[in-house]
């Protein structure tokens, strides 16, 4: 399949979406001046040899530490960190200078072995500034007991959090609330209820002076040009168009077919066509200008809606979203899904018998859009919801625990 060639159209879209003045998010605020809205510790291993040392850390924390006042104690464990060559090294890097950084951990120990590729070394110079009260590093090899040492750090960390307190922060601005848009699991009803609800929701919290992010970039394939036409000028044009040819570079690299999708699971929900699949997927970016496109891993710097290269993979493109700097993703699905990511992961169902059947897996219902609630009372509802959310009420993945991190696999191994 060939690039296409594309003209720059724009085409704007006027909105009259009132501006809530008085509306507030009960967040922490760091020392950064980002907002999270969840206060949890967070161990990083550099490398994956490490994960267990991580747990075992975590767990004698959960065990001998008094961490009522935070909403987990949890690592993060992953394969990546040694072995690793080029943007596909860099890769894990990036992602977890990231992590490292995200406003939603009041506090994290960075906890590295000593020999692999992902020096820790190389990893703070990735991170740039940090809160050193907050931040701590540990290298294993260099100490004689990692779990007693990492310990005492993680108790010291548990009573810095101890003073963190919610404050009412404004949802404008750069420092405080954005969220990501993602989708998975669609079915037949995806484009008709979820994701233009979702699509609602971005325009009415861009007006608001909030952000919102799109990715699964494979899933814009066919529907691009909806994207293209609303750049804010001309170099974001650009950068859309290569985020779309770079992405199809990708697969020919590895000698596989651009247009695989749809899934199983999509063709049995009703989904027939990959442009069927994206024309709903690009509704969960509404009808906002797009002000900015995103490279992996990279932080958010525009206020308003951002797109961001990563791919379809449900669990790599909410851990993108979250790397980026969203503390909350919106997750569309027709079919269902438990797997959360290491942020508020809150899943929208398409239609009312899914929401009833699999209600230990679902937060919202946009079912009803098609049943007897006007449009306007769902979009009050699901904001009601995610302001909910913001100010700590948990999702059904945080009370099962299922939260996780899934990093862009990029390249060979050694």
Known sequence: CDDLSYTYTPRVYPLAIPKRDDLRVQGYLRRNGQMGIRNELWIVPSVGCVNGQAQAIAERVKRECDCSHLDDVRVYTHNYGCSQLGDDHANPRRALARLVKHPNAGAVLVLGL??????????????????????????????????????????????????????PLPLSYLAYLKVGLKCGGSDGFSGITANPLVGLFSDWLVAQGGTT??????????????????????????????????????????DQPIYENPSPGN??????????????????????????????????????????QAPGNDLVAASALALSGCQMVLFTTGRGTPFGAFVPTMKIA??????????NWIDFNAGTLVEDEEPHAVLERLIAKILATA?????????????EIAIFKSGVTL
Not at 391 to 403: A, D, I
Request: hydrophobic content about 30%; some cysteine; glycine content about 8%.
């Open 213 to 254: 992010v799109l990715t699964e970039v494979p899933e814009m394939f066919g529907a691009e040009t909806i994207l293209m036409d609303r750049a804010t000028d001309r170099t974001v044009f650009d950068e859309t168009v290569h985020l779309i040819n770079d992405f199809k570079d990708y697969f020919r690299r590895y």
């Open 350 to 359: 398409t239609n009312t018998p899914l929401s009833q059947f699999k209600s």
């Open 391 to 403: 100010n700590g009420e948990h999702l059904k993945h945080e009370r099962t625990g299922f939260k």
């Open 114 to 167: 000593g020999c692999e590729n992902n020096q820790v070394s190389a990893l703070r110079e990735e991170i740039g500034e940090w809160d050193d009260e907050r931040v701590k590093f540990l290298i294993a090899q260099e100490v004689e007991d990692e779990v007693e040492t990492g310990f005492e750090i993680c108790r010291e960390l548990v009573e810095k959090t101890r003073e963190d307190r919610r404050q």
């Open 267 to 308: 063709k049995k929900g009703g989904i027939t066509t990959l442009e069927e699949k994206s024309l709903g997927c690009v509704q969960k970016g509404g009808a906002q200008p797009v002000v900015d496109v995103l490279g992996y891993a990279q932080p958010i710097v525009r206020q308003g809606l951002n797109l961001l």
